[in-house]
């Protein structure tokens, strides 16, 4: 029988829970300065510096915090904390009286329905036992303001995740074995991230100022806590432990990695796990993947990140408001709808075509953006240094507990890289401005043709000739940059007061027009109306209430505090996402608020 994924297993950790603790917090340090005091004082390649700091943190988190198996149970199966002896024995007795049944007598049926009404007794305790714990133990992690409380209500809110045991090989046949499955995984992957090579610049060598250890000492706080680790195991508790000492000895090797215009194959190295999105598990496509990548490698990039911000984002134009400081959703959802309501007030007809990427991130082509980067003022040591972060990179898959083997990438933007938002907001804007035109809608002073969210494109022109224009000159930037438009996500909407008909093609295929359409997670019709929008988030509320009735509103063990932090934190922002747009009106008021 093949060896299939699944299967829970032991896995021995170190306890970084521990670190919270300010005498193990200083038993941590206390390891890493006596490792620091061993270092050369010459500054070696920065393969061998890096190996000295990964070895040495990691070594001191073991020594100060200990280790911890967790996982499945001794037995391989998955621990329940509800599975007592008590609890086995009378599960066990249940099963052997219903041999007796076979008799056909009176006493076996009563001795079975007896011993049948002990276990599920037996059982309703135990389960019932575990969840008065489980209630006491999230009252105590809100009273003390522990971050466990909110990830076991983000837990709950998940759900339960499963995980495809199988898959279908690209052929379309079912693969079952744990190597077969894990390799599955890579190829797709490693066909998604390298469809094409594509040229580069030459790369400059100039020299620039050094990273400052009170930079360093800012992006270090900025990692939150809880979150996993990358390739080198190193969790963001040890980074944020940290004290003089070992901060100056990461600021060391962010100088090392700037001046020498390279940095450790750890840092760009990205593990990427597989999170199901919609439709049928076993296929590959219908996954996206998440990569965790180094944390000491990702305060090196918000450090380049601090540096390439200010030089492209007074370039970027007003359409875009994706990735940009005080700017959000909430700026394009206002901007679209007051335009479509004064459109409609005034009975000017607009068009509109919602675009989507292809895999935008994983698509952007590297040689391509450094060019674009190049445009946009980001030169010499700066570009030097954000380019090992790419021109090193590869990848692993992580299926459970096991991982494939290393593949280089070639194309996209690293996910989870603080560098990555404002790079591809970049590369989008260069997109938007070679397709512009004259087209567009006018609203009081200002014409507006395009708004833009990162990848989340609407076009809005008067006519459906005009948008016709408009989609094409973005559809071409877009394959001369690299990027492709996903023409089975393209769709035309016009808001008139009579019907019109909007045909549009891309590539000789027929856009369909719609009646409505989601953006932003908010839901935009012909008429302009909130009225669905309003609907979808009542029921979206009442969802969230559903999904934590049984764990968290009933439960008497916790708070009434708690329960209103929960409601104030998930349940009326899901309610009232959007609600700028909406007019309230007496038939609004009453669906929203109790009678």
């Known amino acids: 029988m093949p060896d299939r994924l699944g299967r829970p297993k032991r896995i021995v950790r170190v306890c970084w829970e521990r670190l919270a603790d300010p005498s193990v917090r200083g038993v941590f340090n206390s390891h890493l300065r006596e490792s620091f005091k061993q270092i050369p004082r010459e500054v070696g390649d920065i393969e061998s510096e890096w190996t000295m700091f990964f070895s040495s943190i990691v070594d001191a988190a073991i020594q100060s915090c200990g280790r911890k198996v967790s996982g499945a149970g001794r037995d391989g199966n998955p621990r329940k904390q509800w599975w007592t002896l008590e609890v086995r024995d009378a599960v066990k007795l249940k099963k052997s009286y219903r041999a007796w049944l076979a008799r056909g007598t009176p006493e076996a049926a009563e001795a079975y329905r007896q011993a049948k009404q002990t276990a599920a007794r037996v059982v309703l305790e135990a389960k019932t036992g575990v969840w008065e714990e489980f209630g006491e133990a999230m009252e105590e992690d809100y009273q003390t303001a522990s971050g466990k409380f909110w990830q076991t209500i983000q837990r709950l809110r998940r759900g339960k995740q499963l995980s495809a045991n199988i898959v279908y090989s690209g052929d379309g046949e079912l693969l079952a074995s744990t190597g077969d499955i894990v390799g599955r995984w890579k190829e797709y992957f490693e066909d998604l991230l390298n469809p094409t090579d594509t040229p580069s610049v030459e790369e400059p060598e100039a020299e620039d100022s050094e990273v400052d250890s009170f930079i360093t000492q800012a992006e270090v706080p900025e990692l939150l806590g809880g979150k996993a680790p990358g390739v080198d195991e190193i969790r963001p508790e040890y980074l944020k432990s940290l004290d003089v000492v070992g901060l100056s000895w990461l600021t060391r090797l962010c100088n090392i990695a700037w001046r020498s215009g390279t940095v450790p194959l750890d840092w760009a190295t990205g593990v990427v796990i597989p999170l199901f999105k919609k439709g049928d598990r076993r296929v590959c496509s219908n996954n996206r993947g998440i990569t965790l990548l180094s944390l000491p490698g990702k305060v090196y990039s918000r450090v380049l990140e601090r540096r390439v911000r200010p030089l492209v984002e007074p370039r970027i134009q007003e359409e875009q408001c994706g990735f940009l400081p005080s700017r959000g959703t909430l700026d394009q959802l206002y901007t679209l709808h007051r335009v479509l309501e004064g459109s409609w007030e005034f009975a000017q007809p607009v068009h509109k075509c919602f675009v989507d990427l292809e895999k935008a991130f994983d698509r952007v082509p590297q040689g391509i953006l450094w060019e674009v980067l190049w445009e946009y003022g980001v030169h010499g040591p700066l570009l030097r240094a954000v380019r090992p ?17 290393l593949f280089p990438v070639h194309v996209g933007l690293r996910q989870g890289c603080p560098l990555s938002p404002v790079l591809f907001i970049v590369f989008m804007d260069r997109i938007s401005r ?8 006018r609203f009081g002073d200002h014409r507006i043709s395009s708004l833009i969210f990162a ?10 000739l005009d948008l016709q224009h408009a989609l094409g000159r973005f559809a071409a930037e877009c394959e001369a940059a690299g990027m492709r438009v996903s023409t ?9 007061r009579k019907k019109v008909a909007c045909t549009l093609q891309v590539g000789g295929e027929v856009l369909p027009q719609v009646e409505e359409f989601k953006y932003l997670e908010v839901l935009f019709t012909s008429e302009g109306r909130m009225d669905r929008e309003i609907d979808r988030r009542i029921g979206a509320a009442a969802a969230v209430m559903r999904s934590m009735y049984r764990s968290v509103v009933v439960k ?34 009453c669906w929203m608020l109790p009678p």
């Open 389 to 405: 972060l790419y021109n090193r990179s590869r990848s692993l898959v992580r299926i459970a507990s096991c991982k494939s083997d």
């Open 434 to 441: 070679c397709s512009q035109g004259l087209e567009g809608v």
């Open 455 to 464: 990848d989340d494109v609407v076009l809005l022109t008067p006519s459906s």
């Open 488 to 496: 089975s996500k393209l769709e035309a909407m016009v808001l008139d």
């Open 556 to 589: 008497k063990e916790l708070s009434r505090k708690a329960k209103l932090s929960i409601y104030q934190s998930i349940y009326v922002p899901t309610l009232t996402y959007g609600h700028e747009l909406w007019a309230i009106t007496k038939r609004v008021r």
